[in-house]
């Protein structure tokens, strides 16, 4: 480790600059001698408040004893009109009471005295400090304003540095890029050559492929087709002899249908010849009755019995 001494800066000087946990600590330190100072400053202003309010109190007291002492000095009444006994005992207090008032006058003088010298004391042990504080500030402003000046010319040489440093990385990474690049672009090259080759060898044997399954779909089309034809003129014929055998089972039918027509149309004619005779039997009957009646009336029953000669012939019809 070596140390600045030149620039009178008690930190290490490391690669970029001086040690950082140095200089922090040199600026704790620094910050915390200055709280200290601070407090002892406080705490000097503080007692100097607490003696001058001490002093003021025994201001107050020593005035208080003054004016015991002047209350009890004055006698409650005169000399005149009373008896020498008493005269003697007023004298005696009045004079013990001056020696009390001058003895509470010395002390309260000596407590004056002796306060007024502590006070001075402390005054001047306060501007004492004040200045030490003062100086000790100074000083330490100074030191401080050295040490930031000092830290800012690091710091800008630092950041020249770091410029040029960053500057020499840059062209050194521009470099390596076009490198890189050339590197790449070459590759590429290759690996593009060869993936035509492998496309074209690809190509070839997609179209060999193609060429052999249109061959193989066609042989096949082929004899599915002729299949299907052979097939088609199979159900043909068999269309055409069941077509004839329809035609003759037709042409059957209609025969049996015209004779059948024949027949129902001689019917009504026979239907009439049937009427026709129905009637005239009726009309035999009707008369063969008529004549019964009137024979009965002359012959007997015998004789109605017998058929007449007129219903003979109208029956054999």
Known sequence: ????????????????GYDKDEVRRYYDRFDSELRLTATDRDAAAAQ??????????????????????????????????????????????SDEASEVRAKAEADAAEMV????????RLRQLYETKMSELEDRRAALEREHEQT????????????EAAVAERDRLTAEAEAK????????????????AKALAAIEELETNSKAEAHRRLTDASREAQRRLQVATEQSERKIAHAKELAEELRVLRSRILAQLLG???QLDSVPAMLASVNRESELLDNAESSA???GESADSGDGSDESDSPSDEQ???RTK
């Open 1 to 16: 480790m070596a140390y600045d001494h030149d620039r009178g800066m008690p930190f290490t000087i490391v690669r970029k």
């Open 48 to 93: 100097a408040r607490e003696l001058a309010i001490q002093l003021e109190d025994a201001r107050d007291e020593i005035d208080e004893l003054r004016r015991d002492v002047d209350r009890l000095s004055v006698p409650p009444t005169t000399a005149e009109g009373m008896s020498e006994r008493i005269s003697r005992m007023l004298r005696l207090a």
């Open 113 to 120: 005295s002796v306060a007024e010298q502590e006070s001075e």
């Open 148 to 159: 930031m000046t000092a830290a800012r010319a690091e710091g800008t040489r630092i950041v």
């Open 177 to 192: 890029r076009a490198q890189v690049q050339q590197d790449f672009e070459i590759t590429m090259a290759e690996r593009r």
């Open 260 to 262: 059948i027509r024949g």
């Open 289 to 291: 009755a008529s004549d």
């Open 312 to 314: 003979l012939p109208a």
